[in-house]
Every structure is written in structure tokens, then in C-alpha cells.
């Protein structure tokens, strides 16, 4: 059985930051990608950012160059570090790891920017 257990999210005033953190448990053969996708209610769920096997990352227009991806060394985490964060950011993130055969989801967690 695969588990994705994000952390990480929370309350923070614009221009603050936060690094949310993804566990995978169990085993996922043949990983094509690791990434983050966020969820407004009412609103379709978007990429946020995507860390792609054996090419460079991909960011959604909005989070380039504040928000960075980055995967632990055995492949059995993904990480987002946000920073400079915008009251436009304020959503459910999910962190999503995906082979050929379906995509995994972790339970998401909630980051709030207002001040």
C-alpha cells in the first residue's frame, strides 16, 4: 500500500514563506514525476510545480521564481519551498507522485496567507 503524507502548511502573512514536505510510503515502481498541484473551492485543481525523472522542473507562471521543488535523494519524498507568498497562494496543496500505471495523492493540507 503507497501512503502520501504531506506537512508543512499553515497561516502566514503575505511575503512569508513555508516549505511544505511530502512522504512517500510503500513502494511506487517507475516514478515519471513528483510535484504539487493546490485547490481553491470551486476551482479546478492546478500544477503548482513538477519534478519530472530525468528532466529539469516545471512551475506554474504564478510561483516562478518564489516557490522551488526539490525530491529527497531516495526518491521517497518531494518538497516545496514557498516563499514571498501572495494572498492569491492561499489554498489546499497536494503533493502527487505518478507512474505509468495511475497517479498517487497525498490527503493535502492547507496554507492560508492574510495578514
Known amino acids: 500500500q503507497v501512503d502520501l503524507v504531506e506537512s508543512g502548511g499553515g497561516v502566514v502573512p503575505p511575503g512569508g514563506s513555508l516549505r511544505l514536505s511530502c512522504k512517500v510510503s510503500?513502494?511506487?515502481?517507475?516514478?515519471?514525476?513528483m510535484g504539487w498541484y493546490r485547490q481553491v473551492p470551486g476551482r479546478q485543481r492546478e500544477l503548482v510545480a513538477l519534478?519530472?525523472?530525468?528532466?529539469?522542473?516545471i512551475y506554474n507562471d504564478p510561483v516562478k521564481g518564489r516557490f522551488t521543488i526539490s525530491r529527497g535523494d531516495a526518491g521517497d519524498a518531494v518538497y516545496l519551498q514557498m516563499n514571498d507568498l501572495k494572498p492569491e497562494d492561499t489554498a489546499v496543496y497536494y503533493c502527487?507522485?505518478?507512474?505509468?500505471?495511475?497517479?498517487?495523492w497525498g490527503q493535502g493540507t492547507q496554507v492560508t496567507v492574510s495578514s
Open positions: 519534478s519530472t525523472s530525468g528532466g529539469g522542473p
Open positions: 510503500g513502494h511506487i515502481l517507475e516514478i515519471n514525476g
Open positions: 502527487n507522485v505518478a507512474n505509468i500505471f495511475q497517479d498517487y
